[in-house]
């Protein structure tokens, strides 16, 4: 029962080549930054990620994608990745883009052993429709696009048939976690941490603080350990390193003279 691994490294060693990767976080929050760069230093390549975006600010998965490591995305949001946008319009990245829910709700399904449901969201357009692009030529020409998916009625609406996702690992961040791979995530951290570690055939989590089986209370769980395979705990400073992706500061307001 004890699912606790020595270290990142060794959490990822048998992480291959080609390998499919749930990967939890949203923008920066979240985000299982050791075991990446785990990954990275393991020199695997070829990787098919699923995850809401990828990477930002040179941080998270952006570290796998610039070292052109990432093959295929699976994702809901490019944003300010610039790196992202280049690899993807110049045709070194295959990518599959999807309405955020509806990635939710495949990893979701997948997790749970659901092969495909149907949902409203996409019906009317390309995600239902085909015809979205997945990879260019680097000359501005689609050369592979998405297909048109089954499009069903029930109670007089269209509903179109999405996938479940599995893949072969996830990684996936906590604020706790105990030796039975029972996780906590904090506020934002939650985000797609733990569809993504349902989705995953083998799932490694890295956590902030590691407590002993009973130190969390059953009603504080959120993620089952049933659908955790290994834990890495990490040290304070790996802990405490988290990154802002876009910081904003208000103007002071300006000084009354005469005021004491």
């Not at 796998?64 to 995305?73: D, F, M, N, P, W």
Request: net charge neutral; with cysteine.
């Amino acid at each position: 029962m004890d699912k606790v691994v020595a270290c990142a490294a060794e959490a990822v060693a048998d992480v291959r080549d080609g390998a499919t990767l749930a990967v939890g976080g949203f923008g920066l929050s979240g985000v299982p930054q050791v075991l990446i760069e785990a990954l990275y230093s393991l020199g695997v390549s070829g990787l098919s990620v699923v995850s809401n975006n990828c990477g930002a600010n040179g941080s998270g998965l952006a570290v796998l994608l610039s070292a052109g490591r990432i093959s295929r995305v699976t994702g809901s949001y490019i944003g300010a990745n610039k790196e992202f946008a280049r690899r993807y319009l110049g045709g070194e990245l295959e990518v599959e883009m999807i309405p955020q829910g509806t990635l939710a709700e495949r990893l979701r399904a997948g997790g749970c052993g659901i092969p495909a449901f149907y949902t409203p969201a996409g019906v009317g357009t390309q995600v239902a429709d085909g015809g979205l692009p997945r990879r260019h030529d680097g000359q501005g020409a689609v050369v592979v696009a998405s297909p048109p998916k089954e499009v069903r009625v029930f109670d007089g609406r269209e509903y179109v048939l999405e996938r479940g996702i599995r893949t072969d690992f996830a990684l996936v961040r906590a604020a706790r976690g105990d030796r039975h791979g029972n996780l906590v995530f904090n506020k934002a951290g939650r985000n797609f941490n733990p569809l993504a570690a349902m989705a995953g055939k083998v799932t490694v989590a890295e956590v902030e603080e590691l407590v002993e089986p009973g130190g969390i209370d059953p009603d504080e769980v959120h993620l089952p350990g049933v659908f955790v395979q290994r834990v890495v705990a990490l040290t304070p400073e790996q802990a405490a390193a988290k990154g802002v992706e876009r910081r904003t500061v208000s103007a002071r307001p300006a000084r009354t003279e005469g005021r004491g």
